[in-house]
């Protein structure tokens, strides 16, 4: 039997997520990457609303927690009032960051602020019930569109790493998801490079984890992921969307 240790930046509790969410295997990828890069006693997390709206019970670092959507302006005060010190992080769903909080994450990232954002999108409302998101599906059934997402009346899903590339801003923006082992690893790596982007001082980098929502979609887990890879991923292709520093020719 393999035991996996427990990241120590990531709380001995239980969780509050309903079975199936992938909520939970973000929370330990970003604490694998706080213990790895040893930074837990400088990181101060903000949790925004949604789903992850109880984050602060789930990591040992300092947290914060912010109104709906304010989390990118709330993390831009905690980073400039000690840069040296602070490594400072948001986890927001799609909800918080590609509707309310549109406006701080595009100012944020235009601005170029030395912080890192972990978006979760699952192309739903989780936590009041299941109604449209911004990057809810064309078609996609909800509680809000029960005859699925129509384009002509509610527009198109709104691509968040795409349109925050056209900004000369940011530092660096991928795409990854954690249906399966492979993307589960490519995603820790993403999250750890973007939390070291911040310790290098290179500024605004956002990790985007397409992830399953079982409980709202009206599915199983194991077809919930299946979902992402048939559905989601060929509306969100995973990717790098900008790396200032490849660009660059960078070799760190």
């Given at each position: 039997m393999v035991v996996f240790d427990k990241p120590h930046a990531l709380a001995d509790v239980p969780m509050h997520y309903c079975p199936g969410c992938t909520h939970g295997i973000i929370h330990r990828l970003v604490a694998e990457a706080i213990d790895e890069l040893g930074i837990e006693g400088r990181t101060i997390g903000i949790a925004p609303v949604g789903c992850s709206v109880f984050a602060y019970n789930y990591f040992n670092c300092d947290m914060i927690e912010a109104a709906?959507?304010?989390?990118?302006?709330?993390?831009?005060?905690?980073?400039?009032?000690?840069?040296?010190?602070?490594?400072?992080?948001?986890?927001?769903?799609?909800?918080?960051?590609?509707?309310?909080?549109?406006?701080?994450t595009v100012h944020a990232a235009a601005r170029n602020e030395n912080i890192t954002v972990i978006f979760v999108n699952n192309a739903i409302y989780g936590m009041t019930g299941g109604q449209m998101a911004p990057t809810s599906l064309v078609g996609q059934v909800t509680q809000t569109s029960p005859y699925g997402r129509d384009p002509q009346h509610c527009g198109y899903p709104i691509r968040v790493c795409e349109m925050l590339a056209q900004l000369e801003g940011?530092?660096?923006?991928?795409?990854?998801?954690?249906?399966?082992?492979?993307?589960?690893?490519?995603?820790?790596?993403?999250?750890?490079?973007?939390?070291?982007?911040?310790?290098?001082?290179?500024?605004?980098s956002l990790v985007e984890v397409v992830s399953s929502c079982p409980t709202n979609w009206g599915?199983?887990?194991?077809?919930?992921?299946?979902?992402?890879?048939?559905?989601?991923?060929?509306?969100?292709?995973?990717?790098?969307?900008?790396?200032?520093?490849a660009e660059q020719g960078e070799t760190k």
């Open positions: 709906h959507g304010r989390a990118p302006a709330i993390a831009t005060g905690v980073k400039r009032a000690d840069p040296e010190n602070h490594v400072v992080f948001t986890y927001q769903g799609d909800g918080d960051l590609a509707s309310i909080g549109m406006a701080e940011p530092e660096y923006l991928e795409r990854v998801t954690v249906n399966n082992v492979k993307n589960i690893r490519k995603a820790k790596a993403a999250i750890k490079k973007a939390f070291q982007n911040q310790l290098d001082g290179k500024g605004f599915m199983t887990p194991q077809a919930a992921l299946k979902w992402i890879d048939e559905k989601m991923l060929p509306q969100y292709p995973l990717g790098v969307y900008k790396d200032r520093s």
